[in-house]
Each structure stands twice: as structure tokens, then as C-alpha cells.
């Protein structure tokens, strides 16, 4: 089977071309030469953002549960043109199918898409491939949360709502604060 070459080098950069070209004639169809360059350099941009990620995601997979993916180079070939594909076939799902990109449809065909190219390419079993996905998830979540612009607004916002404390108790104790101490005055 093709995707299952000895070479390590050969099905990743295939992906890797395959996806670029599909991502610019996706937009190439849309919006001419604009929309070509447009969606290639929003597909680098994620793919700048998703590539360490999933680098640091296979290497702490790899240490805790004594995983050999194989080098550096080959790794990271295969973390990128994953990252690549998956952005290929949202911005296809999204363009030629009209499924918006943050709908739990394209997130599902995505994830499996994902897990099958972990399997495939990295020759890993169910159970690493898992592991690989959830310490993947589990760094995405924590950086998205955490680095998001408006995090640190949001639990300044809700007073830590998030770590026990809600709203409606801290206005509540307010309330009450407010109450005791116009009782105390009069």
C-alpha cells in the first residue's frame, strides 16, 4: 500500500504538496490568484501554529509511554503535512460542501482524518494513537484557554467563576454584605 511506503520522507511530502495544491485551487476557484494566496497563508498560519504543538504533543507522548516515532526530521515532516491535510479538507468541507470550519461536523471528520494519518504514518496502535490525540487535545485546549486574548478578562470578569466561587453566590454575599451594613447604620 502506498501510505504504508518504507520511506518516511515520501508520503509525508506528498501529503504536503497535495494539500497545498488543493488548498490554492480552492481558492483559486473562489476568488481567483486573491483567494489562492489568501488561503495558503491561512493554512501556513495554522500550520505554524499546530506544528510545534503536535511536535511537543508526539515527544511527551514519546517519553511517558516510551514511543519511537523516529527522528526529528521525520517527525516533524509528518506532524506538518498532518497538520496540512486536516487544513485541507476543512477549508474543502467549508468551501465546497458549505460546512463552516467550527461546527462539531467538520471538528468530527477532522478528528478521525487525524487519527487515521497518527496511525498510518506514524505505524502506531489504537491505544498510542489515542494517547497521542488526547495529549494533543489536552495541549491544544490548555494553550487555546490559557493564551486566548480574553482569558485573563474573563476570569478577571467572573472573579475565578471557573474555580468554585460563581456569580450569582459572590453577588449574593454582596447583597447580603450590603444589607448587614445598612442594618447596622440605622
Known amino acids: ?5 518504507s520511506s518516511h520522507y515520501k508520503v509525508p511530502i506528498a501529503l504536503i504538496v497535495f494539500s497545498l495544491v488543493a488548498i490554492g485551487f480552492l481558492g483559486f476557484s473562489q476568488a481567483g490568484d ?5 488561503l495558503i497563508k491561512a493554512a501556513g498560519m495554522q500550520a505554524l501554529i499546530q506544528w510545534p504543538l503536535g511536535l511537543l504533543a508526539i515527544f511527551i507522548a514519546g517519553k511517558f509511554f516510551a514511543f ?6 521525520t517527525v516533524s515532516l509528518k506532524v506538518l503535512s498532518i497538520s496540512l491535510f486536516e487544513e485541507a479538507i476543512i477549508m474543502g468541507l467549508g468551501l465546497l460542501a458549505g460546512i463552516p470550519p467550527a461546527t462539531w461536523i467538520s471538528s468530527a471528520i477532522s478528528f478521525v482524518i487525524f487519527l487515521f494519518l497518527i496511525m498510518i504514518l506514524f505505524e502506531t496502535t489504537g491505544a498510542e494513537t489515542w494517547i497521542v490525540a488526547g495529549v494533543t487535545l489536552a495541549l491544544s485546549f490548555g494553550i487555546t ?3 486566548h486574548p480574553d482569558a485573563p478578562r474573563q476570569i478577571k470578569k467572573t472573579g475565578g467563576a471557573h474555580h468554585g466561587t460563581s456569580r450569582q453566590e459572590k453577588a449574593r454575599a454582596k447583597a447580603a454584605a450590603s444589607k448587614a451594613g445598612t442594618a447596622k447604620a440605622s
Do not use: Q, V
Not at 1 to 5: F, P
Not at 34 to 38: D, L, P, R
Open 1 to 5: 500500500m502506498w501510505l504504508k511506503s
Open 34 to 38: 486573491i483567494g489562492a494566496e489568501t
Open 68 to 73: 519511537d516515532f523516529g527522528t526529528f526530521g
Open 145 to 147: 484557554h490559557y493564551t
